[in-house]
């Protein structure tokens, strides 16, 4: 197990497969991983974050 790094908390969740793929395949997309297009996600849903890309 891994651990985490101070000030963050890990993430686990079961998704329906399709939702994971097409999650996977927008990281492919984008050049990202998995955990920068979540956080980058959690930050404009939650933030409304003006930041674009």
Do not use: Q
Request: glycine share 4%; net charge neutral.
């Amino acid at each position: 197990m891994t651990k985490t790094a101070p000030g963050f908390k890990r993430l686990n969740a079961d998704i329906p497969e399709e939702l994971f793929k097409e999650f996977a395949k927008r990281c492919i997309e984008e050049g990202i991983s998995k955990k920068d297009y979540l956080v980058h996600l959690l930050e404009k849903e939650l933030y409304n974050d003006p930041k674009e890309k």
